[in-house]
């Protein structure tokens, strides 16, 4: 299995500048502001449509976007990738320069900043929770193979378990691996924007999601999630879901805002901020 060397990341980043660019999805111009107002990117300085490899250990790696980060893990027989990112103009390529294995992909869930590569694979594990998600995202092809809440993978000595998280969208999941004892958890536990605006998004099952993820809080040590500080602790999790309920009880003011033209409320519980329905 090869090391990502400083030249194999000059060599990505020159794949990225040679390779035609994917188009953006939806409204740019309203993408752009809402970057600039997310917390902890700022430390990334990442071309758009380019990522940068960090190395986590000699078969994990966090592959970073701008404002989104995918995992690759690799076991003995195969690898899997955590999400295929948004503007790459080949996540699989990014993948298979990493190791030799044959690669497999992973969504946690089917928002457009998780899915810009999955056309590459012609099937790929995702909650069938997500298939309007996915499906009526623009230009959204292959197959999904479902996966649900305590279902297994084995990458080959290297055990994965799915854990569902449905409230950010409907069929979110986070995977455990199991040995390293790391969660890696998308996008509702981090300390940067979460998004719980529109039809797909559920408050309440947000907070029975997180409630029962702590009861697994003692199979791992940190978490791995796709945006906002890296890593994070399992800490987070309990602060997080009584934010929730606090917003969910009234009991926090929420600051009117937009994104891409839609009214939201902007909700401050001090370890991250949820972006709710607006009036
Ligand atoms: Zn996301």
Same mark, same amino acid.
């Given at each position: 299995?090869?090391?990502?060397s400083?030249?194999d990341?000059?060599?990505?980043?020159g794949?990225a500048?040679?390779?035609?660019?994917?188009?953006?999805v939806?409204?740019g111009a309203?993408y752009s502001?809402?970057?600039a107002?997310?917390r902890?990117?700022?430390?990334?300085?990442?071309?758009?449509?380019? +990522? $940068?490899?960090?190395?986590?250990n000699?078969?994990?790696?966090?592959i970073?976007?701008? /404002?989104v980060r995918?995992?690759?893990?690799?076991?003995t027989? *195969?690898a899997?990738?955590i999400?295929s990112?948004?503007h790459?103009?080949s996540?699989?390529?990014?993948? *298979?320069? %990493?190791t030799?294995l044959p690669v497999k %992909? %992973?969504?946690?869930?089917?928002?457009r900043d998780?899915v810009?590569?999955?056309?590459?694979?012609?099937?790929f594990?995702m909650? /069938?929770?997500e298939a309007?998600?996915?499906y009526h995202?623009e230009?959204?092809k292959?197959?999904i &193979?479902? &996966?649900e809440?305590?279902d297994k993978?084995?990458l080959?000595?290297?055990? %994965?378990?799915?854990?569902?998280?449905?409230?950010h969208t409907p069929g979110?999941i986070? +995977?455990?691996?199991?040995?390293?004892?790391v969660?890696?958890s998308?996008?509702?536990?981090q300390?940067?924007?979460i998004?719980m605006f529109?039809v797909?998004?559920?408050?309440?099952?947000? +907070?029975?999601?997180?409630?029962?993820l702590e009861t697994?809080?003692?199979?791992?040590?940190?978490?791995y999630?796709a945006h906002?500080?890296?890593?994070?602790?399992?800490d987070?999790i309990a602060?997080?879901?009584?934010?929730v *309920?606090?917003?969910?009880a009234?009991e926090v $003011?929420?600051e009117d805002d937009a994104r891409?033209?839609?009214?939201?409320?902007?909700y401050d519980i001090g370890?991250?901020?949820i972006?709710?329905d607006?009036k």
């Open positions: 299995m090869k090391k990502c400083r030249r990341f000059v060599k990505l980043l794949l500048a040679l390779s035609p660019m994917i188009p953006v939806g409204n309203g502001s809402a970057l107002a997310d902890n990117t700022g430390t990334y300085d990442i071309k758009h449509g380019e +990522v $940068q490899i960090f190395p986590i000699e078969n994990t790696w966090r970073q976007e701008d /404002m995918s995992f690759l893990l690799a076991g027989k *195969e899997l990738l999400d990112g948004f790459v103009p996540m699989k390529a990014v993948a *298979e320069s %990493l030799s %992909l %992973l969504n946690t869930h089917a928002d998780h810009g590569g999955n056309n590459e694979f012609g099937t594990y909650s /069938m929770a309007s998600n996915y995202g230009n959204r292959g197959v &193979v479902p &996966v809440h305590g993978l084995d080959g000595d290297r055990e %994965l378990e799915i854990i569902g998280l449905p409230g979110s986070a +995977v455990l691996d199991v040995k390293n004892r969660l890696i998308g996008d509702p536990i300390d940067g924007n998004y529109g797909q998004r559920e408050l309440h099952a947000y +907070v029975l999601s997180l409630k029962r697994f809080k003692d199979r791992f040590d940190t978490i999630p906002g500080s890296f890593p994070v602790s399992p987070l602060p997080l879901y009584t934010g *309920e606090r917003i969910l009234g $003011q929420g891409n033209g839609v009214p939201i409320k902007k370890v991250a901020t972006l709710g607006g």
